[in-house]
């Protein structure tokens, strides 16, 4: 069955700091990875998604992602954290008939706190 | 920018009532979508539809729940009796040809 893993529930990272967001995937194929972001009382926003082509993804936020075939793995990255960063990070795969209808399956989320 | 809206915002609601739940989908898409998040776990889809009828549905959509575009811009979610356990954030989303799905600010279901 399909699945995704994020292994941290909760990360605390220092402004300005950098960070990385884990992200594994369980699929027949390779998927259509996603990250989006839900700040409280927030809908989902897309960060960024990789569907072909170039392993490292450019999202917005300065958000970037590198996907790696060979571990099944679609990490977030960020150079330098903002306090407005603090928020909950969702990672998603789908099957590439997404781009007919097909549906999102979302990792458990990883809760990301910014201290100053 | 179009987005996808959902009303209400929150929605409280009594055991065995029934609730129905609106999202007004960005005018060109095609495909539609209902997910819900349950407080403190991961986005599940519930259902997609497409060219007016279920295209895909998991195992969490049972018959207490429907889906309909009763016109040409909402698209509902019904469900029929309520339980406790149905207490979500509910999202709408829907996509185009091609497209990312875009997502609702979410319909906060309390079910008391």
């Known amino acids: 069955a399909q699945s995704v893993t994020q292994p941290d529930i909760h990360i605390t990272v220092s402004e300005g700091a950098s960070l990385e967001l884990r992200c594994n995937y369980s699929?027949?194929?390779?998927?259509?990875l996603f990250w989006y972001v839900q700040s409280p009382g927030q809908g989902l926003q897309l960060l960024l998604k990789?569907?072909?082509?170039?392993?490292l993804v450019q999202g917005i936020k300065g958000f970037e992602a590198e996907f790696k075939r060979s571990q099944s793995s679609f990490n977030l990255r960020k150079p330098s954290v903002h306090w407005s960063d603090a928020a909950e990070y969702f990672c998603?795969?789908?099957?590439?008939?997404?781009?007919?209808?097909?549906?999102?399956?979302f990792g458990q989320g990883t809760e990301l706190s910014v201290k100053p | 920018e179009p987005e996808v809206t959902q009303t209400p915002s929150h929605q409280v609601t009594q055991m065995g009532q029934e609730v129905i739940l609106r999202c007004v989908p960005i005018?060109?898409?095609?495909?539609f979508y209902w997910y819900r998040q349950i407080l403190g776990q991961k986005v599940e889809f519930l259902v997609s539809?497409?060219?007016?009828?279920?295209?895909?549905k998991s195992e969490i959509f049972d018959d207490q729940f429907s889906v309909e575009r009763p016109d040409g811009s909402n698209f509902t979610l019904k469900i029929r009796s309520t339980k406790l356990e149905d207490s979500a954030m509910y999202f709408c989303?829907?996509?185009?040809?091609?497209?990312?799905?875009?997502f609702g600010q979410g319909t906060r279901l309390t079910v008391v």
């Open positions: 989303a829907s996509s185009g040809l091609n497209t990312e799905a875009f």
């Open positions: 699929y027949g194929a390779t998927p259509y």
């Open positions: 990789y569907f072909s082509g170039d392993t």
């Open positions: 998603a795969v789908a099957l590439p008939i997404y781009n007919q209808g097909g549906k999102l399956i």
């Open positions: 005018s060109n898409h095609l495909y």
């Open positions: 539809f497409y060219n007016n009828e279920i295209s895909e």
